[in-house]
């Protein structure tokens, strides 16, 4: 379970004070939970025991012991691949006759797994419903990476509705697109460890401006999710210096499912509509093209 998780589990019993504690670390997270015990205490409005009394509550030792889980769970979230390369190199190397790329296969399988149950059915349907309820515009942003899979599911939205904008790259005439949203408008970000200062950035000035946020992240979860509407995480580590981004893609494929499942038809006819448009403008191989590639091939093998 990740720290902040322990924070929120609802099985615990906490008394007001407690409560007040949980509440200036979920609120200044984690650099509320950072100094002594005594600053911590002093913020919260509560005395120095009742800070260690809760710690020993969610399963600690005392403060100390709490304190250096938060500051594990600190730099899982900020890990690098030059830090994760010299973790994992142990790893990588007792492969054995499996070989690295079967091992990693097996790893992405693995996260794929787990993506089947971090996120339930109403979560898929909440995010669905966001996207396609949405009067205004959908806008998509990512990071370094993971833009790439925002791309990804900017190209299926628009399949199934207008006004779907992608931002490939935050530039100054990028953030000028803020001026325009509203709470009519709906923000997809991808945000996922050692978190973009820029995106993060972003999303939080749209949501100053009631912009409804859809979140894609990971399980040590982005800043974006203390005011993103719908957040789905997905677990991205694998054997490899690199986290996986093919959980998050099968997350925006199991959304796109869910979308047409719920528009149905609406959605066939646009689709139906855009494929007679490129049909027009012989954007893709026909089928006419296809028989007549087949006819050739006939020939040829006649003529040999």
Not at 262 to 276: D, H, V
């Amino acid at each position: 379970m990740q720290f902040r998780d322990m924070l929120l589990q609802g099985g615990l019993s906490l008394t007001p004070s407690e409560e007040r504690i949980v509440q200036v670390l979920l609120t200044d997270y984690p650099t509320a939970g950072l100094g002594t015990a005594t600053s911590l205490a002093k913020r919260a409005g509560v005395s120095d025991p009742t800070v260690v009394r809760l710690a020993i509550k969610l399963g600690f030792e005392g403060f100390p012991d709490f304190q250096q889980r938060l500051l594990a769970d600190i730099e899982a979230r900020l890990h690098s691949p030059l830090l994760m390369m010299g973790a994992k190199r142990p790893e990588l190397a007792t492969d054995g006759e499996q070989g690295a790329a079967i091992a990693y296969m097996h790893s992405v399988a693995g996260s794929l797994d787990k993506a089947l149950t971090t996120t339930p059915l109403a979560t898929y349907e909440r995010a669905a419903r966001l996207v396609m309820d949405s009067k205004g515009k959908v806008v998509l942003l990512g990071g370094r990476y993971s833009r790439h899979v925002a791309g990804m599911l900017a190209s299926y939205l628009s399949q199934f509705r207008a006004n779907v904008a992608y931002i490939e790259t935050l530039s100054a005439q990028q953030l000028d697109l803020l001026v325009d949203l509203g709470k009519r408008d709906v923000l997809i970000v991808f945000d996922y460890r050692r978190y973009q200062r820029d995106v993060v950035a972003f999303a939080e000035q749209a949501a100053a401006r009631h912009v409804r946020i859809l979140l894609f992240t990971d399980p040590w979860l982005s800043p974006i999710s203390d005011f993103a509407e719908v957040t789905l995480s997905c677990p991205i580590e694998v054997s490899s210096p690199y986290d996986t981004m093919a959980p998050a893609v099968a997350q925006i494929e199991a959304v796109v499912a869910q979308i047409f499942a719920a528009t149905g038809e609406r959605t066939r006819r646009r689709i139906e509509e855009l494929e007679q448009i490129r049909h027009e403008s012989n954007v893709t191989l026909n089928e006419a093209h296809a028989h007549k590639n087949q006819s050739n091939g006939s020939s040829r093998q006649k003529l040999q």
